[in-house]
């Protein structure tokens, strides 16, 4: 499902038109956003936790030529969804 099918379906669903769904949608990830990119980690009810993780350096290979490279520290996104989800995915 692609942006549009999603604003479409949540609109049907809703009864909102399309263009104030798309603004509703639009303001949640931006919200969503702001908060990791401050270091807060956003729960929602029946879906899960979005936070941001350290990944520590690492050391990795190139296969090509062999030669080993240090990758530096990082700050990544990572979502841990609920168990509820997990399971529903599972059985289907």
Do not use: H, W
Not at 13 to 35: F, H, L, P, W
């Amino acid at each position: 499902m692609n942006n549009k099918e999603f604003i479409a379906a949540l609109s049907k669903k809703t009864g909102y038109k399309a263009e104030n769904t798309q603004n509703m949608v639009r303001t949640a990830v931006y919200s969503i956003v702001d908060e990791l990119s401050d270091g807060q980690s956003v729960s929602i009810g029946g879906l899960g936790t979005f936070e941001v993780k350290k990944r520590m350096e690492r050391i990795i290979t190139n296969p090509g030529t062999g030669q080993k490279m240090l990758v530096p520290p990082k700050l990544v996104a990572n979502f841990k969804p609920v168990a509820t989800l997990k399971e529903r995915i599972k059985t289907n």
